[in-house]
């Protein structure tokens, strides 16, 4: 049973345009969720995060948005650069960092 | 560069043998994570240290995996009598005070024969 999904394997978008990575979980335990990105052969590089009391957190061009009532999250990234391309995870955790589950990723390209 | 290393980066075994990962996070990290990548899946969350004390355990982690991290500084995580189904990306990660984020190290690659 999954608890966090990323039901788009991958994504392709065009350079300048904005890219839209989502992200669903089950588990209403949750309080802090994570985005991650990762490039061939290094380990995953973190991007932002935000607390569940929180519904929105900006970082330069890459923006989270949470919604607890539907259990949904999503990073928006403008404008989106073609060194953006990698796989994207989304990961969340309900006990102050000691476990967090990721989810499958999503490959982003960003055409040029 | 998050400034932790991980060694080997890859690892070639014959199912049966033993096998022994080291990872070394910077000093700052007093929280130390162990998690396995498969392809096409996310990390799976295998263990976690808090200094040298080890706080909890996947149920992933069956009996032939143990995690260790003398002194709070380097980790160690071996695997005896391999399985095929071993084989994958082994990642460590290491934190600081804020819990909120985690630096990864580049994986060690396990094939199982």
């Known amino acids: 049973d999954q608890q966090v999904k990323q039901n788009s394997p991958s994504l392709s978008v065009q350079e300048g345009r904005i890219s839209i990575l989502n992200c669903d979980y089950t588990n209403s335990m949750f309080d802090y969720f994570l985005w991650y990105k990762k490039y061939p052969a290094e380990g995953p590089t973190f991007l932002i995060s935000?607390?569940?009391?929180?519904d929105k957190n900006e970082d330069g061009r890459f923006t989270v948005f949470l919604n607890k009532s539907a259990k949904h999250l999503s990073l928006h990234i403008v404008p989106s650069q073609p060194g953006d391309s990698a796989v994207y995870f989304c990961?969340?955790?309900?006990?102050?960092?000691?476990?967090?589950?990721f989810g499958p990723g999503t490959r982003l390209s960003v055409l040029p | 560069d998050t400034g932790v290393s991980q060694n080997p980066r890859h690892k070639i075994t014959k199912r049966g043998q033993n096998v022994t990962f080291r990872c070394d996070p910077i000093s700052e990290h007093n929280r130390l994570y162990w998690y396995r990548q498969t392809l096409g899946q996310g990390p799976e969350f295998l263990t976690y240290f808090q200094n040298e004390a080890q706080l909890e355990k996947s149920r992933l982690l069956s009996d032939r995996f143990s995690a260790e991290r003398p002194k709070g500084s380097f980790s160690t995580l071996e695997i005896q009598r391999t399985e095929q189904g071993d084989s994958a990306m082994y990642l460590c990660?290491?934190?600081?005070?804020?819990?909120?984020?985690?630096?990864f190290g580049p994986g060690t690659r396990l094939t199982v024969l």
């Open positions: 935000i607390s569940s009391i929180k």
């Open positions: 990961a969340a955790s309900a006990d102050y960092g000691q476990n967090f589950v």
């Open positions: 990660a290491g934190g600081g005070s804020s819990y909120n984020e985690q630096f």
